[in-house]
């Protein structure tokens, strides 16, 4: 298994010369968008997971008011906001971290301020989507995880993603994600899941027996759900690639192949025709 799965990504810098024969120029714009919005979840849950850790850390006396927490970038890097539980809430504290995503690098504010309008945009969205899960009982909760919302606002699309996170340790958590759009009224206009349950893999951290390391791993998508990596695989990887032997992780569906090196932090994306073309070339070889 591993050796077959690093003879596939060495061939993927060939030209491409298989995926040229369907239209290799589409792919490279999905595989472009999907990476795209994924390190733009990164960057949100970054901020999130590190201001977390400094706020309970050094603001435990303002813990038991706090409603919860959004995050977002800034021109400097991102700031994660912790707002109160008033009906019209207050910031009770920003974290700011700068553009090195170094989780050491940040400042500290326990100002109180009312919210900004970017953060009011975020916490409304937030808090819509929220009343959304609780309301639906598509939303699924499973032992030894929680749910993350993670508001994001762009360009061209307002949209909640909602992550599966887990509370123990050696456990990376793909699935039971979800997907929450707005227009620009802030009405809800359309719900989807992402996964069609959870698959949680087990890691290993780093051993002096490199040999013993896993350098990959995998999950399938079915038909019904998205036939490439998505957006939350994406997050998830980036966040905990880094606590992993992992080199990539590769997600399968009926028509495609997503492939995300770990190490440059890149998607590629070919047709399951290319893939067993490939490895039909090799077995040749």
Known sequence: MKKFIFFVFSLFWLNHTYAQNESLEKLERITDSIESEGKMLYRSE???????????????????????YLSYDTKEGMNNIFFSKDTIPLVLATISFGSDFNPNNYK?????????????????????????????????????????????????FKRVYVLTGPQ???????????LIDFDK???????????KGIIPIEFHAPTADTSKNEVSSIHSHLPEYSPF????????????????????????????????????????????DAWKRIYEQEKKN
């Not at 901020?47 to 919860?68: E, R």
């Not at 123990?168 to 979800?178: A, E, P, Q, T, W």
């Not at 990596?229 to 905990?240: F, G, H, N």
């Open 229 to 272: 990596m998505t957006a939350t695989d994406i997050c998830t990887l980036m966040l905990y690639e880094k606590f992993t032997t992992w080199t990539q992780h590769i997600v399968v569906s009926k028509n495609y192949v997503s492939i995300w090196d770990c190490k440059k932090n890149e998607l590629v994306i070919i047709t399951m």
């Open 46 to 68: 970054f901020a999130s997971w590190y201001g977390t850790d400094v706020f309970t850390g050094k603001c435990k006396y303002l813990l038991a008011q706090a409603g919860g």
């Open 168 to 178: 123990v340790n050696g456990v990376i958590v793909f699935g039971n994600d979800y």
């Open 185 to 195: 009224d802030d009405n809800i206009t359309d719900k989807r899941k992402l996964h």
């Open 108 to 156: 500290l504010d326990t100002v109180r301020r009312k919210l900004t309008e970017k953060e009011n945009d975020l916490y409304t969205i937030r808090k819509l989507a929220l009343e959304e899960m609780n309301r639906d009982t598509m939303f699924k909760h499973y032992r030894n995880t929680n749910l993350n919302l993670v508001p994001i606002i762009a360009r061209n």
